[in-house]
């Protein structure tokens, strides 16, 4: 027996032991749902505030006035394919393709990296143009539901990298798929998130 | 497993001891980290008590000079961001971790290290609000904070930014606190443990979970626009620059009308244990008390807005959310009418739990009345910011919940500890704390009806004020005599030699089938659940004619049930719940567990304290530069690190 984490699936225990599951739904799983869940009403609330202030300020003070749109779409895309390199990566480690496994969880974190380097890139340009988070409401609603998307990917990746080291340790057999399915789970998320944010946020006209 | 996993290697040692300091810093189990929130909780309540005397004392003769303005809006603040944050939700987290495993058959919550951090996430948060009286002096904005009142302009300083801070870390801790307990429930229930066997304990603490969930977040981007308003330049409540005051009174009731229930619902909870043990009858309409506690968690979403009746959302949204407000006192009818029926006809026996169950009912009734009286919007327009308000809602929250806490502490401590409370001492601190706390109250009725404004430091002679309010200080003091019952009561308990009974109240719940204070495993044997209140089916039965009939292996014997603390030599053996009923093949999984050998536990674990250390420093990294934060982000990052990379159980631990 190895230890607890290494158990075989939640449905296979029986009651007292750490992996039991009434629902047949592993805990760790369930309990990233219920995170997600409660993420939802974060980035709700982050949203609607900015729906509420998108109009208000000076011509040329608001985000809808300096937003480049083609650019943004390249980033989303980049951010986009890299829920595909997450599941991916699933993959492999569902198959105990512990290299590719790697490779695509270090695409995953690239392709992140790759996003959030986008965000920094447009933060500056942004503030070059006149338009930082003191010009007026929208704009501090809009640099604070971006910023803290960026910061949520940031995490991600952290997050990505950490298990590629564990990984590398051994720390993550065939087994313990779970890991990495979770962390995919968040990623996804944080992606679909995304979406939603370019959707109403760059492309709903002011 | 075919594949061997490394051992990671380890900054220090897998904690081992289980007595001493280092094991409370290190526990990961849920019985122990209850009472670390339950002891916290207490201090803060005392803490928070002490503040609510200063504000009586300043208010108790017209034009007081006890206090400075600056010195009572810091302290009303504090005292109420005490009590709801520091006292009443983790007196409430304090029960559920507790209680819920054992009241499920499980030996664990499903995420005990998330659990212990939970905790300390709590405690830091906690601390660093309090660190504000040794930085500059306390928040002064209320336990609301409205914007843009609280922005820098208006309230310079860094109270507020230490009152923002110190709830978003406390926000973590519940937050992860919900998670927990949703998945525990959900998924640790012992076989036959179905949904609609659940004590109601278990359910109002789950609906209490998922409203966590929910309303965490919200109130959490809201401290956070008001931090970065205040230390980055943002303009969501600068009203200059069109930020909007009233989007801030939306998102704090949007969170805080749903943590009313978070605050209400454990005690109602509590009071649903305590009523049927003591009426020696089944609930009334268990089924119904659930669903109302439900439907409470469902449309506590849909009347924040009348908080906001003066605000002038216009007659449309008040006359909608007056709607949903006097709709919402359906289901809290409902289970109140259900309670007095659980009592109607029972054999009451009055022990000092029943007594602050009864005075739950009694007084929450009355705070719930004066809570419909606020849904009549022309009528809130009179009462709105007077002391009709602090009436009310001290007559839900303290008649109510805190009612209902102590009630619940009398009833469980001979669980926690194997020692009964006295009952003198239970049935002093009980009338005192009756009687002050309706002297206290009661007389703000009358003073908010003849327009005393709440918030306000100072009252002129001649309004009338005068009597009242010497009236509700002497109460305050009287609440304060009472809360010292309780400590004596407890003191001379936990020194006294005499044990407790296994099952002193002849209980109805599974908590009550396993020795007290429980084993770290609490089950030796798995349960096998067949009904609500399984365990009292477990000591009687009904005759032909409907009378209780004890079954020959039955439980606590009269003078046990009386509250004598016999040797308990009649309680049943340990585990002798069901196990006869046990199927096969959970036999087998239980194999020479009998006396908890061999059962495996989550080993301790410092990582959750010392990532929670990070939590202060960044803390104050974002009041009072980077270099703070940098410190802290390397704690948080390493005791996530540390845990993320430790098995929850060590192989021979």
Same mark, same amino acid.
């Given at each position: 027996?190895?230890?607890?984490?290494?158990?075989?699936?939640?449905?296979?225990?029986?009651?007292?032991?750490?992996?039991?599951?009434?629902?047949?739904?592993?805990?760790?799983?369930?309990?990233?749902?219920?995170?997600?869940?409660?993420?939802?009403?974060?980035?709700?609330?982050?949203?609607? !505030?900015?729906?509420? %202030?998108?109009?208000?300020?000076?011509?040329?003070?608001?985000?809808?006035?300096?937003?480049?749109?083609? %650019? !943004?779409?390249?980033?989303?895309?980049?951010?986009?394919?890299?829920?595909?390199?997450?599941?991916?990566?699933?993959?492999?480690?569902?198959?105990?393709?512990?290299?590719?496994?790697?490779?695509?969880?270090?695409?995953?974190?690239?392709?992140?990296?790759?996003?959030?380097?986008?965000?920094?890139?447009?933060? !500056?340009?942004?503030?070059?143009?006149?338009?930082?988070?003191?010009?007026?409401?929208?704009?501090?609603?809009?640099?604070?539901?971006?910023?803290?998307?960026?910061?949520?990917? !940031?995490?991600?990746?952290?997050?990505?990298?950490?298990?590629?080291?564990?990984?590398?340790?051994?720390?993550?057999?065939?087994?313990?798929?779970?890991?990495?399915?979770?962390?995919?789970?968040?990623?996804?998320?944080?992606?679909?998130?995304?979406?939603?944010?370019?959707?109403?946020? %760059?492309?709903?006209?002011? | 497993?075919?594949?061997?996993?490394?051992?990671?290697?380890?900054?220090?040692?897998?904690?081992?001891?289980?007595?001493?300091?280092?094991?409370?810093?290190?526990?990961?189990?849920?019985?122990?980290? #209850?009472?670390?929130?339950?002891?916290?909780?207490?201090?803060?309540?005392?803490? #928070?008590?002490?503040?609510?005397?200063?504000?009586?004392?300043?208010?108790?003769?017209?034009?007081?000079?006890?206090?400075?303005?600056?010195?009572?809006?810091?302290?009303?603040?504090?005292?109420?961001?005490?009590?709801?944050?520091?006292?009443?939700?983790?007196?409430?987290?304090?029960?559920?971790?507790?209680?819920?495993?054992?009241?499920?058959?499980?030996?664990?919550?499903?995420?005990?290290?998330?659990?212990?951090?939970?905790?300390?996430?709590?405690?830091?948060?906690?601390?660093?609000?309090?660190?504000?009286?040794?930085?500059?002096?306390?928040?002064?904005?209320?336990?609301?904070?409205?914007?843009?009142?609280?922005?820098?302009?208006? =309230?310079?300083?860094?109270?507020?930014?230490?009152?923002?801070?110190?709830?978003?870390?406390?926000?973590?801790?519940?937050?992860?606190?919900?998670?927990?307990?949703?998945?525990?429930?959900?998924?640790?229930? /012992?076989?036959?443990?179905?949904?609609?066997?659940?004590?109601?304990?278990?359910?109002?603490?789950?609906?209490?979970?998922?409203?966590?969930?929910? /309303?965490?977040?919200?109130?959490?981007?809201?401290?956070?626009?008001?931090?970065?308003?205040?230390?980055?330049?943002?303009?969501?409540?600068?009203?200059?620059? +069109?930020?909007?005051?009233?989007?801030?009174?939306?998102?704090?009731?949007?969170?805080?009308?749903?943590?009313?229930?978070?605050?209400?619902?454990?005690?109602?909870?509590?009071?649903?244990?305590?009523?049927?043990?003591?009426?020696?009858?089944?609930?009334?309409?268990?089924?119904?008390?659930?669903?109302?506690?439900?439907?409470?968690?469902?449309?506590?979403?849909?009347?924040?807005?009348?908080?906001?009746?003066?605000?002038?959302?216009?007659?449309?949204?008040?006359?909608?959310?007056?709607?949903?407000?006097?709709?919402?006192?359906?289901?809290?009818?409902?289970?109140?009418?259900?309670?007095?029926?659980?009592?109607?006809?029972?054999?009451?026996?009055?022990?000092?739990?029943?007594?602050?169950?009864? #005075?739950?009912?009694?007084?929450?009734?009355?705070?719930?009345?004066?809570?419909?009286?606020? /849904?009549?919007?022309?009528?809130?327009?009179?009462?709105?910011?007077?002391?009709?308000?602090?009436?009310?809602?001290?007559?839900?929250?303290?008649?109510? /919940?805190?009612?209902?806490?102590?009630? +619940?502490?009398?009833?469980?401590?001979?669980?926690?500890?194997?020692?009964?409370?006295?009952?003198?001492?239970?049935?002093?601190?009980?009338?005192?704390?009756?009687?002050?706390?309706?002297?206290?109250?009661?007389?703000?009725?009358?003073?908010?009806?003849?327009?005393?404004?709440?918030?306000?430091?100072?009252?002129?002679?001649?309004? #009338?004020?005068?009597?009242?309010?010497?009236?509700?200080?002497?109460?305050?003091?009287?609440?304060?005599?009472?809360?010292?019952?309780?400590?004596?009561?407890?003191?001379?308990?936990?020194?006294?030699?005499?044990?407790?009974?296994?099952?002193?109240?002849?209980?109805?719940?599974?908590?009550?089938?396993?020795?007290?204070?429980?084993?770290?495993?609490?089950?030796?044997?798995?349960?096998?659940?067949?009904?609500?209140?399984?365990?009292?089916?477990?000591?009687?039965?009904?005759?032909?004619?409907?009378?209780?009939?004890?079954?020959?292996?039955?439980?606590?014997?009269?003078?046990?049930?009386? +509250?004598?603390?016999?040797?308990?030599?009649?309680?049943?053996?340990?585990?002798?719940?069901?196990?006869?009923?046990?199927?096969?093949?959970?036999?087998?999984?239980?194999?020479?567990?009998?006396?908890?050998?061999?059962?495996?536990?989550?080993?301790?674990?410092?990582?959750?304290?010392?990532? =929670?250390?990070?939590?202060?420093?960044?803390?104050?990294?974002?009041?009072?530069?980077?270099?703070?934060?940098?410190?802290?982000?390397?704690?948080?990052?390493?005791?996530?690190?540390?845990?993320?990379?430790?098995?929850?159980?060590?192989?021979?631990?």
């Amino acid at each position: 027996m190895t230890h607890a984490l290494a158990a075989p699936p939640a449905h296979g225990a029986a009651p007292g032991d750490h992996d039991y599951a009434v629902t047949g739904i592993n805990s760790k799983k369930l309990g990233m749902w219920a995170f997600l869940a409660s993420e939802c009403l974060f980035f709700g609330a982050l949203i609607s !505030t900015y729906l509420l %202030y998108r109009t208000r300020g000076p011509v040329g003070q608001r985000p809808g006035d300096v937003y480049d749109i083609p %650019y !943004t779409s390249v980033s989303s895309f980049v951010l986009l394919m890299s829920s595909l390199t997450m599941v991916l990566a699933l993959a492999a480690i569902q198959r105990g393709d512990h290299r590719r496994l790697r490779i695509w969880l270090l695409a995953t974190a690239l392709l992140g990296t790759v996003f959030i380097g986008g965000q920094v890139y447009e933060f !500056t340009v942004f503030v070059h143009e006149g338009l930082n988070i003191s010009s007026s409401v929208s704009a501090t609603s809009f640099f604070v539901l971006t910023g803290f998307h960026g910061v949520h990917v !940031t995490v991600g990746i952290l997050w990505l990298l950490s298990l590629i080291g564990m990984s590398l340790r051994g720390l993550i057999p065939q087994e313990r798929n779970l890991e990495i399915e979770i962390a995919g789970l968040y990623w996804h998320f944080v992606d679909i998130v995304w979406i939603i944010i370019f959707t109403v946020v %760059y492309l709903v006209p002011n | 497993m075919a594949v061997a996993v490394r051992a990671p290697a380890r900054p220090f040692a897998r904690p081992r001891s289980h007595t001493g300091f280092w094991s409370w810093i290190s526990t990961v189990d849920h019985k122990r980290i #209850g009472i670390l929130y339950g002891v916290t909780a207490f201090l803060f309540f005392i803490i #928070g008590g002490i503040e609510a005397l200063l504000v009586r004392g300043q208010l108790a003769t017209p034009n007081a000079d006890m206090l400075t303005a600056d010195e009572y809006n810091q302290l009303f603040t504090m005292h109420g961001t005490t009590m709801v944050f520091l006292v009443i939700m983790p007196l409430a987290a304090a029960f559920g971790n507790y209680l819920v495993p054992l009241m499920i058959g499980a030996r664990d919550v499903a995420f005990p290290r998330l659990n212990a951090f939970g905790y300390w996430a709590f405690l830091s948060g906690g601390l660093f609000l309090y660190f504000s009286f040794l930085f500059g002096g306390a928040p002064d904005g209320g336990w609301f904070g409205y914007a843009p009142q609280t922005t820098q302009p208006f =309230s310079p300083g860094n109270g507020i930014d230490f009152w923002l801070i110190g709830l978003i870390i406390t926000g973590v801790g519940s937050l992860t606190a919900a998670v927990n307990f949703i998945i525990t429930t959900l998924n640790l229930r /012992a076989p036959g443990m179905t949904l609609m066997r659940m004590p109601v304990f278990v359910w109002m603490n789950l609906v209490v979970s998922f409203l966590l969930l929910f /309303a965490m977040p919200i109130i959490t981007v809201a401290l956070f626009q008001l931090y970065f308003d205040r230390n980055f330049g943002a303009n969501f409540y600068n009203a200059n620059l +069109g930020g909007d005051p009233v989007l801030w009174q939306h998102m704090f009731w949007l969170f805080g009308h749903p943590e009313v229930y978070i605050l209400i619902l454990p005690a109602m909870g509590i009071v649903s244990e305590i009523l049927p043990v003591f009426s020696r009858k089944p609930l009334f309409g268990y089924a119904v008390v659930v669903f109302s506690g439900i439907a409470i968690g469902f449309m506590g979403w849909g009347v924040w807005a009348h908080h906001m009746f003066a605000v002038g959302l216009g007659p449309v949204a008040n006359s909608a959310f007056a709607a949903s407000t006097m709709f919402i006192a359906v289901p809290t009818g409902v289970k109140i009418f259900n309670w007095i029926a659980t009592t109607w006809g029972g054999d009451l026996r009055l022990k000092t739990p029943m007594y602050f169950a009864l #005075g739950f009912i009694a007084m929450f009734t009355i705070g719930g009345l004066s809570g419909v009286t606020h /849904a009549i919007v022309p009528h809130d327009y009179q009462q709105t910011d007077t002391y009709y308000i602090v009436a009310h809602f001290h007559y839900v929250l303290f008649g109510g /919940a805190i009612f209902g806490l102590f009630g +619940g502490a009398y009833y469980w401590f001979p669980k926690v500890t194997g020692r009964l409370l006295g009952e003198g001492l239970g049935k002093l601190h009980f009338w005192l704390m009756f009687i002050g706390f309706n002297l206290t109250f009661g007389p703000m009725h009358i003073l908010g009806l003849q327009g005393q404004p709440r918030r306000t430091y100072i009252y002129d002679e001649g309004m #009338g004020w005068d009597a009242w309010n010497m009236v509700a200080t002497i109460g305050s003091l009287i609440i304060a005599l009472s809360v010292l019952a309780f400590i004596v009561n407890v003191a001379k308990t936990l020194r006294s030699a005499d044990r407790a009974p296994e099952d002193p109240w002849d209980a109805r719940t599974l908590e009550w089938a396993i020795p007290s204070p429980p084993p770290e495993y609490n089950f030796a044997e798995i349960p096998v659940v067949h009904s609500v209140d399984d365990f009292w089916h477990h000591k009687y039965t009904e005759d032909d004619e409907g009378r209780l009939v004890r079954l020959p292996s039955g439980g606590a014997d009269e003078g046990a049930a009386a +509250g004598e603390a016999g040797e308990g030599d009649s309680v049943p053996e340990q585990g002798a719940v069901s196990t006869e009923t046990v199927p096969e093949e959970h036999h087998e999984a239980e194999e020479g567990h009998g006396h908890g050998d061999g059962i495996h536990m989550p080993s301790p674990s410092y990582f959750p304290a010392l990532a =929670s250390i990070g939590f202060p420093l960044v803390g104050f990294g974002a009041i009072y530069g980077w270099w703070w934060g940098a410190i802290g982000a390397v704690f948080l990052l390493a005791g996530v690190f540390g845990w993320a990379c430790e098995p929850l159980a060590e192989e021979h631990a």
